[in-house]
């Protein structure tokens, strides 16, 4: 049964495991884990005394795989639904022993080969003996190649020597050889041999003692399906019960939120205080048998562990909103070519922290701007550029009522549509007198006079991805010299992530085009590897002849180096706006503005992902390009290896300056398939469903 109830969860962190020897009775293994309130067994499949090399185990006629039970015994649904398979630990396909090589390889087929045949969802793969890989990596990728429906889980231990809590567990590690031991750069070096398969994954066996935070944290952009804890990694508590150490908590608190499952490993060592029997009924839809009568070995680490999941914070209602967001590419928008949709509005409209923000700026710039010995006389204009349905508009005037201010409000928008909704909500608000609705692009309006206060809500979340320089450079000159813009300045940020998931997902499309487009995703399951940096920063108004928005940065990121070696997969960006004054709007992860959702992070992939050493830099270079009709961005690695340059011309991706059809130059754009549901912030990108527009 699941570990617990937590508002808006619905992932499989809610179910556990439970790891068992071989028996060849599956239905007794499956009823009595099931039944003593584990969700699933990760059990051996074949007898692990097996050799294909054995005279017993010829290629006869009467040689039968000795398997724990078959589809007959079990159902291929439990099978599916209850169990991962195990495959044998004695296997080595790097072994220099040419014997056991030989028959580790045809083992390790047949065994995946008979899971397959059971619809077993995945498999738990033998760790590599002494990190060497490569035979076994080879093999594995083979077999991944003929496997559609199940999912190959790598067995790893979870340390990295050198930055333990306790050193001399960890020296002892590889004590034989004398070589300090990182699992990750195990890990690395098979998913490489393994071309980043996506049905590799990782299961990770935790320790007694844990490598550093940063360490630890290089594995939340990994494949990581779950984490298997031995009983020996817990401690007892005063009334002699299991329990786990601090950094234990927060590490299996993460592993949920980040959808990781949890097996529980080995035999009881704690010395439980002795308790009544219960029965614990079998799992809904299960039918291997009644009620076990004998309490589990293993409840009371069961229980420890769902205490650790029922007390964690529900999901928030922003958490809630964002859950089918997760890790979701979508393309970012192009708010000169597109007009939006209702539902998008109407999405955005419900940020309130954002709107609240912008209040108390115009609030703050309307105290500058007008004493109050002029308040009752002086009429501020105040122009809205980009007013979409009105919620700008809204937050300006409930502004000047709280201050005392009079204002005059030109809203000008582009998308007719839009103007119709502002001009009903001026209506029915009774706001005639004070509101004029200008349906034109705002680089093209002559505007009958100047205006003091410029507000506008063109931020991208790259900050400037959404061409809020031009518009704003083609708005200004209606602001007087003297005039306030909000938002005044923003700057854009870049962090480099290790996200195996959203770089798999954007090499399942096998063209360059969409590895060099930047997308708009709520980052989830990723590993920030550096602090973010600014990269680039645009002033409003800016009165500058000599004004260009074109810029460069060369940006070079210290990774802590208790982390160890990483992989970078691409570079996370974001970026944060000052309205006015001390008033602003961030989604810098250092310095977000709380429950703020209008904007998700950008981004921008690696052709080839970049193996950093530890110790190392890393040394990007970004642009962001200016021509007539469009602006893009170019970005490449230049240490520790060279990459080339992305994006060359704006070749696979950029954002056009003016929304007609002919100002297309050539094919490259992409055109995507709308999802049933609304797309909060930006048209989803569906592998499958990309037309190039013609």
């Given at each position: 049964m699941p570990l617990g109830?937590?508002?808006?969860?619905?992932?499989?962190?809610?179910?556990?495991?439970?790891?068992?020897?071989?028996?060849?009775?599956?239905p007794h293994v499956l009823t009595y884990n099931l039944s003593g309130g584990f969700d699933f067994v990760v059990a051996p499949l074949v007898d692990p005394s097996y050799r294909p090399s054995f005279p017993t185990n010829s290629a006869s006629e009467g040689f039968v795989l000795?398997?724990?039970?078959?589809?007959?015994?079990?159902?291929?649904?439990?099978?599916?639904?209850?169990?991962?398979?195990?495959?044998?630990?004695?296997?080595?396909?790097?072994?220099?022993?040419?014997?056991?090589?030989?028959?580790?390889?045809?083992?390790?087929?047949?065994?995946?080969?008979?899971?397959?045949?059971?619809?077993?969802?995945?498999?738990?793969?033998?760790?590599?003996?002494?990190?060497?890989?490569?035979?076994?990596?080879?093999?594995?990728?083979?077999?991944?190649?003929?496997?559609?429906?199940m999912q190959l889980w790598l067995r790893l231990p979870l340390v990295k020597s050198g930055s333990m809590e306790n050193e001399s567990v960890d020296a002892s590690y590889d004590s034989l050889s004398g070589i300090l031991y990182d699992s990750w750069e195990t890990w690395n070096t098979f998913r490489l041999l393994c071309e980043h398969h996506v049905q590799l994954c990782v299961a990770l066996d935790i320790q007694s003692s844990l490598p550093s935070i940063n360490s630890l944290l290089r594995w939340f952009g990994e494949p990581v399906r779950a984490a298997i804890i031995h009983t020996d990694a817990f401690l007892t508590n005063a009334r002699g019960y299991p329990c786990l150490s601090k950094r234990h908590q927060k590490l299996i608190t993460a592993f949920f939120d980040l959808c990781f499952q949890i097996v529980i490993s080995g035999s009881l060592i704690h010395s439980i205080p002795q308790e009544r029997l219960e029965v614990f009924p079998a799992n809904d839809n299960d039918s291997l048998g009644?009620?076990?009568?004998?309490?589990?070995?293993?409840?009371?680490?069961?229980?420890?562990?769902?205490?650790?999941?029922?007390?964690?914070?529900?999901?928030?209602?922003?958490?809630?909103?964002?859950?089918?967001?997760?890790?979701?590419?979508?393309?970012?928008?192009?708010?000169?070519?597109?007009n939006l949709e209702a539902q998008t509005y109407e999405t955005f409209e419900k940020d309130t922290v954002k709107y609240n923000q912008y209040q108390r700026a115009v609030c703050k710039a309307l105290l500058d701007r007008v004493s109050d010995e002029q308040a009752s006389s002086s009429n501020t204009v105040l122009m809205v550029v980009g007013a979409g349905r009105g919620p700008l508009v809204r937050a300006s005037l409930q502004a000047a009522e709280e201050v005392g201010r009079k204002i005059k409000v030109y809203a000008v928008e582009k998308n007719p549509n839009a103007v119709v909704t502002l001009h009903s909500l001026i209506k029915l608000e009774g706001w005639e007198s004070m509101v004029t609705v200008i349906s034109c692009d705002m680089r093209c309006w002559d505007a009958p006079e100047k205006a003091d206060i410029l507000v506008s809500e063109l931020l991208g979340s790259f900050g400037d991805n959404e061409l809020s320089p031009e518009c704003l450079d083609g708005a200004q000159r209606f602001l007087k010299p003297d005039g306030i813009s909000i938002p005044s300045s923003y700057t854009s940020y870049l962090q480099p992530i290790t996200t195996t998931k959203l770089y798999n997902d954007v090499k399942a499309n096998k063209d360059l085009a969409h590895m060099e487009t930047p997308y708009v995703v709520k980052l989830h399951k990723v590993a920030r590897l550096a602090q973010a940096q600014p990269v680039f920063t645009f002033r409003h108004p800016e009165f500058s002849p000599n004004r260009s928005n074109q810029r460069y940065v060369k940006l070079e990121f210290e990774i802590p180096p208790d982390t160890g070696s990483t992989l970078v997969?691409?570079?996370?960006?974001?970026?944060?706006?000052?309205?006015?004054?001390?008033?602003?709007?961030?989604?810098?992860?250092?310095?977000?503005?709380?429950?703020?959702?209008?904007?998700?992070?950008?981004?921008?992939?690696?052709?080839?992902?970049?193996?950093?050493?530890?110790?190392?830099?890393?040394?990007?270079?970004?642009?962001?390009?200016?021509?007539?009709?469009?602006?893009?961005?170019?970005?490449?690695?230049?240490?520790?290896?060279t990459l080339p340059v992305h994006n060359v011309n704006g070749r696979s991706y950029w954002t056009r300056i003016f929304g007609f059809k002919t100002m297309m130059p050539r094919p490259s754009?992409?055109?995507?398939?709308?999802?049933?549901?609304?797309?909060?912030?930006?048209?989803?990108?569906?592998?499958?469903?990309?037309?190039?527009m013609t």
């Open positions: 109830q937590r508002v808006g969860d619905k992932s499989d962190s809610r179910y556990c495991g439970v790891e068992t020897d071989f028996i060849d009775d599956m000795p398997v724990a039970a078959s589809d007959l015994i079990v159902s291929p649904a439990q099978w599916s639904s209850h169990v991962v398979g195990k495959i044998s630990s004695w296997i080595d396909l790097d072994s220099e022993d040419e014997k056991l090589r030989m028959d580790s390889e045809t083992a390790l087929k047949q065994e995946i080969s008979w899971a397959s045949h059971l619809s077993v969802q995945a498999c738990l793969l033998p760790p590599p003996k002494k990190g060497y890989c490569s035979n076994y990596a080879r093999s594995v990728n083979q077999i991944l190649q003929g496997i559609t429906n009644e009620g076990a009568p004998l309490r589990h070995e293993l409840k009371p680490y069961l229980e420890y562990v769902a205490y650790l999941y029922q007390r964690m914070d529900p999901l928030s209602e922003q958490e809630r909103f964002e859950l089918n967001y997760r890790d979701f590419l979508q393309a970012p928008l192009q708010p000169l070519m597109d997969h691409g570079f996370a960006g974001y970026f944060d706006a000052v309205l006015y004054g001390d008033i602003y709007l961030s989604i810098e992860p250092s310095k977000p503005t709380p429950t703020m959702f209008s904007w998700f992070p950008i981004f921008f992939p690696l052709r080839t992902p970049v193996y950093v050493p530890s110790g190392s830099h890393l040394e990007v270079q970004f642009w962001r390009c200016c021509a007539p009709a469009k602006v893009w961005y170019e970005w490449c690695v230049t240490s520790p290896i754009t992409i055109a995507v398939k709308k999802r049933s549901t609304c797309s909060v912030f930006a048209v989803p990108v569906y592998p499958k469903d990309v037309n190039w």
